[in-house]
């Protein structure tokens, strides 16, 4: 099972950079077929089966040789391990689709903003609807006061957002050029996703690690004080963290 999951994330890995690509474009995920970007020549079978095809064409381009991005494959493999790995924490049941659910969304949130400094929301509402709905059946949100059950997870869920939402907005408040509203939204989606009190160490771990990397890319010159730094992924990639060791930690 463990190997179909892995074949399964490869697949899914290959429409994550679809929607990657096109999603910021404004373009369809379905329309057109999968093309060159370069030549715009429509892609086989061969040229399309996931990690293999970039390996066997040396990433280039069949038709015209441009260099395939190496994202590609990076997602693809990615996706495979994370797939394998959930398959092997959660086993076979409901925690398992939603957490893979949540990896998709999180996935496509981390690489849209590193490439394109831009968070959609045509992919953080329907993240939000699905993580209200998904905090009925979630055990690991917790409870909230004298909460339990289906009615604690939900007001754990509900108040995880509005703390994440809030947190997030205060830097946009303060000075606006420092975080952008589509990071103040993904903090509400983390939130929903997390649930109280585990959002407030999801935001603790993404604050942590941006500073930490930020300091390292200003101490190398390798980004100057004026550039921006892409925040969603330290949020995306907290988030998922505290989905898999968030009461651990």
Same mark, same amino acid.
């Given at each position: 099972? #463990?190997?179909?999951?892995?074949?399964?994330?490869?697949?899914?890995?290959?429409?994550?950079?679809? +929607?990657?690509?096109?999603?910021?474009?404004?373009?369809?995920?379905?329309?057109?077929? *999968?093309? +060159?970007?370069? +030549?715009?020549?429509? @892609?086989?079978?061969?040229?399309?089966?996931?990690? =293999?095809?970039?390996?066997?064409?040396?990433? /280039?381009?069949?038709?015209?040789?441009?260099?395939? $991005?190496?994202?590609l494959p990076v997602v693809e493999g990615m996706?495979?391990?994370?797939?394998?790995?959930?398959?092997?924490?959660?086993? @076979?049941?409901? &925690?398992?689709?939603?957490?893979?659910?949540?990896?998709?969304?999180?996935?496509? #949130? =981390?690489?849209?903003?590193?490439?394109?400094? @831009?968070? @959609?929301?045509?992919?953080?509402?329907?993240?939000?609807?699905?993580?209200?709905? =998904?905090?009925?059946?979630? $055990?690991?949100?917790? &409870?909230?006061?004298? %909460?339990?059950g289906a009615i604690g997870q939900v007001v754990?869920?509900?108040?995880?957002?509005?703390?994440?939402?809030?947190?997030?907005?205060? $830097?946009?408040? #303060?000075? /606006? /050029? !420092?975080?952008?509203?589509?990071?103040?939204?993904?903090?509400?989606?983390? !939130?929903?996703?997390? !649930?109280? $009190?585990?959002?407030?160490?999801?935001?603790?771990? *993404?604050?942590?690690?941006?500073?930490?990397?930020?300091?390292?890319?200003?101490?190398?010159?390798?980004?100057?004080?004026s550039d921006p730094i892409p925040f969603a992924? =330290?949020?995306?990639?907290?988030?998922?963290?505290? %989905?898999?060791?968030?009461?651990?930690?």
């Open positions: 099972m #463990i190997l179909a999951f892995t074949l399964l994330g490869l697949s899914v890995g290959s429409f994550l950079n679809v +929607c990657i690509d096109r999603l910021p474009q404004g373009q369809s995920i379905i329309n057109p077929p *999968s093309h +060159c970007s370069a +030549c715009n020549h429509k @892609l086989g079978i061969l040229d399309l089966v996931p990690l =293999f095809s970039y390996l066997w064409l040396r990433g /280039r381009c069949r038709y015209c040789r441009a260099r395939i $991005p190496l994202r996706t495979a391990l994370l797939f394998a790995f959930l398959y092997w924490k959660f086993g @076979l049941g409901l &925690e398992l689709v939603i957490s893979l659910i949540y990896t998709c969304l999180l996935i496509i #949130i =981390f690489v849209i903003d590193l490439e394109n400094q @831009l968070v @959609l929301d045509k992919v953080i509402y329907p993240g939000m609807a699905l993580a209200l709905a =998904f905090s009925f059946l979630w $055990p690991g949100l917790g &409870e909230v006061g004298s %909460l339990g754990s869920s509900l108040a995880g957002g509005a703390i994440g939402l809030v947190v997030i907005a205060l $830097p946009f408040i #303060i000075y /606006r /050029r !420092g975080m952008g509203m589509g990071d103040v939204k993904l903090g509400g989606l983390v !939130g929903l996703m997390t !649930g109280y $009190p585990l959002v407030i160490v999801a935001l603790l771990l *993404s604050i942590i690690a941006g500073g930490l990397v930020a300091a390292i890319l200003l101490v190398f010159k390798i980004k100057k004080r992924p =330290f949020l995306a990639t907290s988030a998922m963290v505290n %989905l898999l060791w968030g009461q651990t930690i």
